[in-house]
């Protein structure tokens, strides 16, 4: 900090100062003060702004060296604002409140987008452990006898789980790629079940369909939700009986499997828990319903689970964006 800079931002409050001094130079001279008295007390108020302006410069650049000595030995930049010491003047009291609510909001959005990036990374190792299964598969069946309906069941784990890891990667910017449009029920349906025949035939799980009613969605969307509860029931429950029914703005999808322990219904829906059931398997990244609820907010779409152990499970998508043709 160079003195010159500090009289440049000091020359309001020293302009005023000059016209006090020549104001009250002017009024000793007409109470018919003496000259000499007057050039006295004018050379006594330049020294004390003078002692002024240099301690106050010496003290100044003694805090800014001490600022830029914190800057450079702090390593995440953005804390800066968390350590700086409080200022004494009233204007720079409020100017460092300010700063102090912008840098809490950015360091909450630094350790959020840390922590996205961790999770990010957790999975993305996990999902790469999980697809060696059906790839290691069907390198085995094709050294076999290359049954083409195993290898089919297989590549379509393996396209179930390339699927779920890029509806994660666009879950910030599901938006984008979400087009609503007036469709119905039982065509989405019939869609998801059919793109998963072999796992459900591999699982020896039948299917039911009935209903169907008129609603404003997303069909890609709604397509991957209802897939991957058949891909949970042919995971969790092989053998098992599926009935998904489409009835008054409700899709209600339930299996006779093994259901879910009741501490752990509320806790499904939460990224990467995989339960009792996940652990017990021990092939789950626990974020297929995650990523099917995260989804399902983004539709106006409200996700709700019941279920009892060793009896059933019953999801309910319920339809908030309904129309009528």
Request: hydrophobic share 40%; aromatic share 8%; proline share 2%.
């Amino acid at each position: 900090m160079k003195f010159r800079d500090y009289l440049s931002a000091k020359t309001i409050t020293l302009s005023f100062l000059c016209i006090g001094a020549l104001l009250a130079g002017v009024f000793l001279a007409f109470a018919e003060v003496s000259i000499s008295l007057i050039a006295v007390m004018e050379l006594f108020f330049l020294f004390l702004t003078g002692s002024w302006l240099l301690v106050s410069f010496v003290m100044e650049r003694r805090n800014i060296r001490g600022l830029q000595k914190l800057e450079k030995e702090l390593d995440d930049k953005y804390l800066l604002g968390e350590i700086l010491p409080p200022p004494t003047g009233y204007l720079e009291q409020q100017y460092y409140r300010m700063f102090k609510t912008i840098s809490r909001s950015a360091v909450g959005l630094v350790e959020e987008t840390r922590r996205e990036k961790e999770e990010y990374c957790d999975y993305v190792e996990s999902w790469i452990h999980e697809i060696k299964t059906p790839l290691t598969a069907c390198s085995l069946i094709l050294d076999n006898d290359g049954d083409v309906r195993k290898l089919r069941r297989e590549l379509k784990r393996a396209d179930n789980l390339t699927e779920n890891i890029l509806y994660y990667a666009r879950l910030r910017s599901a938006e984008k790629d979400t087009k609503i449009k007036i469709l119905q029920a039982a065509a989405v349906i019939e869609e998801a079940v059919k793109s998963q025949m072999e796992l459900l035939i591999a699982s020896k799980i039948s299917v039911e369909t009935e209903g169907s009613f008129t609603v404003c969605t997303d069909d890609k969307s709604l397509c991957f939700i209802l897939k991957q509860l058949l891909i949970n029931s042919a995971k969790y429950c092989p053998g098992c009986h599926v009935n998904i029914i489409a009835v008054d703005g409700k899709i209600i999808f339930e299996d006779d499997g093994i259901g879910i322990p009741s501490h752990e219904i509320r806790r499904v829906t939460e990224r990467g828990f995989t339960g009792s059931n996940g652990r017990h398997f021990g092939r789950s990244t626990g974020m297929g319903l995650y990523i099917a609820n995260e989804l399902c907010k983004r539709l106006d779409v409200e996700l709700q689970v019941e279920s009892e152990e060793e009896k059933y499970t019953r999801i309910t998508l319920l339809f908030r964006n309904l129309t009528k043709l």
